[in-house]
């Protein structure tokens, strides 16, 4: 089991939760394309946390 952290670098953005349609839609590409198992997320707006 792996967990991970993404942060933005501009930390004053609010990208993540602006965009998390998009950013829900890429990684189920992604998990089509690489299946992998995701237990949990957690979307901030700067970063996220993911097991």
Request: aromatic share 10%; with cysteine.
């Amino acid at each position: 089991m792996f967990f991970f952290t993404v942060v933005l670098a501009d930390r004053s953005s609010t990208l993540l939760v602006d965009q998390v349609d998009r950013l829900r839609r890429i990684y189920r590409t992604v998990q089509q394309r690489r299946p992998f198992e995701t237990i949990a997320i957690c979307i901030l707006p700067d970063h996220l946390h993911a097991v």
